[in-house]
């Protein structure tokens, strides 16, 4: 059974820092490229950041460059989002994604996690 559930969501001053946890079950999370999006209300799911399965290379969203860091721990099957100088624009329901085409039959495996809540306020 695949699960993805985050964790470390929450209400944070402007200026603030949070760190996502996104655990991984019931497939090989090696595998997976895996990444973070958001959707705030009324608005539309974006991506925020993302991180290779192979080499951990990562890319950003530009309006969380130099702010957020996505990383992953293959032995702890997580991928993490750390957040740092938020702002209240950030506020938004954060997905943990986890994706995977089998070449062999191009096949694409695709995860998400049920979302936890981020506030950005004063």
């Known amino acids: 059974q695949v699960q993805l559930v985050e964790s470390g969501g929450g209400s944070v001053q402007p200026g603030g820092s949070l760190r996502l946890s996104c655990a991984a079950s019931g497939f090989t999370f090696s595998n997976y490229a895996m990444s973070w999006h958001r959707q705030a209300p009324g608005k539309e799911r974006e991506l925020v950041a993302a991180?290779?399965?192979?080499?951990?290379?990562?890319n950003y969203r530009d309006s969380v460059k130099g702010r957020f860091t996505i990383s992953r721990d293959n032995a702890k099957n997580t991928v993490y989002l750390q957040m740092n100088s938020l702002k209240p624009e950030d506020t938004a329901v954060y997905y943990c994604?986890?994706?995977?085409?089998?070449?062999?039959?191009?096949?694409?495996?695709?995860?998400w996690g049920q979302g936890t809540q981020v506030t950005v306020s004063s």
């Open positions: 991180i290779t399965s192979v080499g951990g290379h990562t």
């Open positions: 994604n986890a994706r995977w085409k089998q070449l062999a039959t191009m096949i694409q495996y695709d995860y």
